[in-house]
Nanobody, 124 residues
Framework: QVQLVESRGGLVQTGGSLRLSCAATGRTSAMAWFRQAPGKERECVVAIRWRDGYTVYGDSVKGRFTVSRDKGKSTLYLQMNSLEPEDTGVYFC????????????????????WGQGTQVTVSS
């Protein structure tokens, strides 16, 4: 059973930066970061298909967040810049061990393995 080890989030001021990482203990086909704010649905921040690097960003983070990966370490990194209070939420790392198609990468139902979540708070 693949497990995900997430780095700790934190508290930052508006305009600040934060980097998250997520390491998988086994082989995965795709990995993603989702986030969920109180009272809101879980939304995809970024998703990447491992075999070809196809990447999907959520509209609200485009131009501010950047994903990178270390294939040898099965680790996904999320660099978050120009953070805004609206970025506050619990960030979850997710992984799929199946054969995801491009159109499904941003859907929570695609992923069968989830991290425990880490809190990111952006103060105004």
């Amino acid at each position: 059973q693949v497990q995900l080890v997430e780095s700790r989030g934190g508290l930052v001021q508006t305009g600040g930066s934060l980097r998250l990482s997520c390491a998988a203990t086994g082989r995965t086909s795709a990995m993603a970061w989702f986030r969920q704010a109180p009272g809101k649905e879980r939304e995809c921040v970024v998703a990447i298909r491992w075999r070809d690097g196809y990447t999907v960003y959520g509209d609200s983070v485009k131009g501010r967040f950047t994903v990178s990966r270390d294939k040898g370490k099965s680790t996904l990194y999320l660099q978050m810049n120009s953070l805004e209070p609206e970025d506050t939420g619990v960030y979850f790392c997710a992984a799929d061990t199946g054969s995801p198609i491009v159109s499904s990468l941003s859907l929570p139902a695609t992923y069968d393995i989830w991290g425990q979540g880490t809190q990111v708070t952006v103060s105004s």
